[in-house]
């Protein structure tokens, strides 16, 4: 017997999403962030979805290439790079991007015999995470330069607080740092995630990165990405399987951390963190039954979680149940979890089958590649 839970996927949110990046960039090229199986959505159907994007960024080499076997002949940009010689060569195989961003990438990328290798440096502006040191860029922007297995080259650094108060000085620091290490170089470059595709457009550059926002969510705290006029894409559903009625001081679920303060009818959903819920989602956390509203009650197991239907009476087993999707941000989900919206989204399990959805079609589509992994 086949578990009720699912997650849908809109393919022409997706599209929608991607015509609002190209809104607030209208003169950058879109890179479609896809990594971690797009970001949990599903890597094939997301991109021919987005084909429409000017090219796509992951950090899987095997995505890269599952994309290239699938058809897929977009710019690809591998995101941390490469970690082999032998991995350079099916770079040059497939024809991928990679970025550079420590000294062992440029000695293998020194002592290779390849040929039209597309590059781009990342630079570590103050995030300190990737990137090389700005003192030492115009030393690794002239060795890659006389390269003779490098093609092209293009400039990138990532941003740590794109997300947070606007025109906060760590941003504009990173900002001034990427421009003065760079200004003598006139490269294409690529700076803007999500969030500084849409609050700062003086770092859209030649590309810009959108990763969450195509997939209809906030990169702010407060917001949701309806603010932006995004759709989501995802809405992770379940169904009702069991139903208790509880009285004054009973408890639910491990731990009997929740205890009924009346008498109290809760509904059981197939849904759990196995599944990809959040374990630490506490009692009050809401929950669309039969698209009204409820809340969690107690903890939430590895493949259940119970939600109360004292005010929904009349709601039976089998009734529809929405965890995060259409009329329920996943934004409030993950702030009633205390976390970010991407780790929800991208921490799917395997096991909840992806059904896409197409204008008002719905059709299964079996995981490929690796989307079953």
């Not at 080499?61 to 699938?70: F, K, P, S």
Request: one cysteine or more.
């Amino acid at each position: 017997m086949q578990r009720p839970i699912k997650a849908y996927i809109d393919l022409s949110a997706l599209t929608h999403n991607l015509s609002i990046a190209r809104q607030y960039a209208p003169k950058a090229k879109i890179m479609a962030v896809i990594k971690a199986n797009a970001y949990g959505h599903g890597l094939l159907h997301t991109a021919h979805a987005l084909r429409n994007a000017d090219g796509f960024a992951l950090l899987e080499l095997e995505a890269a290439i599952c994309l290239r076997d699938a058809g897929i002949r977009h710019p690809i940009l591998l995101l941390e790079g490469f970690f082999s010689t032998q991995e350079l060569m099916l770079l040059e195989k497939h024809k991928l991007s990679t970025v550079i961003h420590h000294d062992e990438q440029l000695a293998m990328l020194t002592g290779c015999k390849l040929q039209a290798l597309s590059i781009f440096i990342k630079i570590n502006t103050g995030m300190n995470r990737l990137g090389i040191a700005p003192e030492r860029f115009p030393a690794v922007i002239e060795q890659l330069s006389s390269n003779p297995a490098v093609s092209r080259i293009s400039l990138m650094t990532h941003f740590a607080t794109a997300d947070g108060i606007p025109n906060n000085a760590r941003f504009r620091g990173q900002l001034q740092v990427f421009d003065q290490a760079t200004r003598a170089i006139p490269l294409p470059c690529s700076l803007a995630n999500s969030a500084a595709t849409i609050r700062y457009p003086e770092a859209h550059r030649d590309w810009v990165r959108p990763g969450l926002m195509l997939y209809g969510a906030s990169p702010f705290a407060t917001h949701t990405g309806a603010d932006f006029n995004l759709k989501p894409v995802m809405s992770l559903t379940s169904r009702i399987i069991a139903t208790h009625s509880l009285k004054r001081g009973d408890i639910v679920g491990y731990s009997g951390n929740f205890q009924a303060d009346r008498p109290m009818r809760i509904g059981i959903v197939a849904c759990g963190y196995a599944d990809g819920y959040p374990r630490h989602a506490p009692t009050g956390t809401p929950v669309l039954v039969d698209n009204q509203k409820s809340r969690l009650v107690g903890k939430v197991s590895m493949d259940m979680l119970a939600v109360d239907l004292t005010e929904l009476p009349d709601t039976p087993i089998n009734s529809p149940v929405t965890l995060w999707g259409n009329g329920l941000p996943v934004e409030d989900i993950a702030h009633a979890s205390d976390t970010i919206s991407y780790e929800l989204l991208s921490a799917l399990s395997t096991r909840v089958q992806l059904d896409t959805l197409k204008e008002d079609a719905q059709s299964s589509l079996p995981r490929a590649c690796l989307e079953s992994k």
